[in-house]
């Protein structure tokens, strides 16, 4: 039996990072899937990549309708912004092109959660409070009018 050596591989070749925050956004698994897509094309140093919901939807195994549904949460989290582009034909003709994604800091988009989660838990509070001193309005008409 002969022993059989694997090659060695890069630590940064053929990977690229996927923040750990990513998975505490409370994202759903097909965002999570494109944007890990995008992750992937985006350039390292402009953190920019073109790609058609056809090509990414073709990666990650959904259809284009899905795709710009979970890009659409993708950007309403503020982890992507997308900005259209434009094709010139041979004969003049400007044509639409595929979205060109800008992948944003991962650290924006955590503050943005917890401020909507601040935001959410102060609403849930002052509700808590209204409900309290309606219960006390409540027992205050009922012992003196009951």
Request: aromatic share 10%.
């Amino acid at each position: 039996m002969r022993k059989q050596y694997w090659p060695k591989r890069d630590p940064i070749k053929n990977y690229f990072p996927l923040p750990n925050e990513i998975f505490s956004l409370g994202l759903s698994a097909g965002a999570i899937a494109v944007y890990g897509f995008l992750l992937h094309r985006e350039d390292r140093k402009t953190y920019q990549c073109v790609a058609s919901y056809r090509t990414i939807g073709e990666a990650v195994g959904m259809s284009v309708n899905t795709v710009r549904k979970y890009v659409t949460e993708l950007e309403d989290r503020g982890l992507i912004r997308t900005e259209r582009t434009t094709v010139t034909t041979r004969d003049g003709r400007t044509l639409n092109g595929c979205l060109r994604y800008y992948i944003l800091p991962i650290q924006m988009s955590i503050e943005q959660f917890y401020a909507r989660q601040l935001h959410a838990a102060d609403l849930a509070l002052e509700r808590q409070r209204a409900e309290q001193r309606l219960a006390a309005l409540e027992r205050k008409e009922c012992a003196s009018g009951c």
